[in-house]
């Protein structure tokens, strides 16, 4: 009960039903009759839906491609993990013997998905405008300059470039398979060069597992 209280006090928000926080903060491979998947899709989709509408009124000017990218650049697990990190969520969760030896405290897919899982726990005991409050704050104050320059990298193009300009070739991506549930779906895409496999990633979905990879294989190049 203590570590939920302390947890409590660096969100700002305390829960009335304990229970509820203590399955948002739990883990599958924890042993408990519940953990916080469900939870956890139901702050998925609640953050996808804050974060949109936050974008659309902060820059009326921009198409819904640049909204598109915005949103992507923020919803996801890189940028739900470091939102995790300013509620020190690693070390609350309820994770099994077997995630700890694993480092899962700082694995960036538990820590996201513990944090949507708060969110939606926090939706269905307040409502959409706390978790607006909390998240908000949390996103402003995680990300000081917010538009499309500073977010939204796109290394597809950045590799595209180099290798047309280096190698003559445009890079290719090849999905290498997908897991998961569902509504959480992870892809792992390969970058391809001269049909040799340069660098691979995961993502939650195709076009951002591509651009991790992009990224990786961006990397990789200039380091040659």
Same mark, same amino acid.
């Given at each position: /009960?203590?570590?939920? /209280? ?20 739990? #883990?599958? @491979? %924890?042993?408990?009759?519940?953990? +916080? ?30 909204? @598109?990218?915005? !949103?992507?650049?923020?919803? +996801? ?18 994770? @099994?013997? *077997?995630?700890?030896?694993? #480092? ?6 538990? $820590?996201? +998905?513990?944090?949507?899982?708060? /969110?939606? =726990? ?9 978790? !607006?409050?909390? *998240? ?14 500073? $977010? ?9 470039? $180099? ?9 290719? %991506?090849?999905?290498?398979? @997908?897991?998961?549930?569902? #509504? ?7 970058? /391809? $060069?001269?049909?040799?496999?340069? =660098?691979?990633?995961?993502? !939650?979905? &195709?076009? *951002?597992?591509?651009?991790? =990879? =992009? &990224?990786?294989?961006?990397? !990789?190049?200039?380091?040659?």
């Amino acid at each position: /009960m203590q570590k939920l /209280m302390e947890f409590e006090k660096k969100l700002g928000y305390s829960f009335d039903d304990k229970g509820l926080l203590k399955e948002a903060l739990t #883990h599958k @491979s %924890y042993k408990s009759p519940v953990n +916080n998947e469900r939870l956890e899709f139901l702050g998925d989709a609640v953050l996808d839906l804050i974060v949109g509408e936050y974008l659309y009124k902060k820059f009326p000017k921009a198409n819904e491609g640049e909204l @598109s990218k915005l !949103r992507a650049s923020i919803v +996801n697990e890189e940028g739900f993990a470091k939102l995790a990190d300013r509620l020190d969520i690693g070390k609350y969760i309820f994770i @099994s013997q *077997a995630e700890e030896n694993n #480092h899962g405290r700082t694995k960036p897919s538990l $820590l996201s +998905n513990a944090f949507e899982a708060v /969110m939606g =726990a926090i939706y269905l005991e307040s409502g959409l405008e706390k978790v !607006r409050q909390l *998240a908000l704050a949390l996103l402003e104050e995680a990300y000081p300059k917010i538009d499309l320059g500073s $977010l939204f990298k796109d290394y597809k193009t950045t590799l595209q470039e $180099l290798t047309q300009a280096k190698y003559g070739v445009t890079p290719t %991506y090849k999905l290498l398979g @997908s897991s998961g549930p569902d #509504h959480k779906k992870e892809f792992e895409v390969a970058v /391809m $060069l001269h049909d040799k496999q340069i =660098a691979s990633a995961k993502g !939650r979905s &195709k076009k *951002a597992a591509q651009q991790e =990879a =992009a &990224k990786l294989a961006l990397q !990789r190049l200039k380091d040659e």
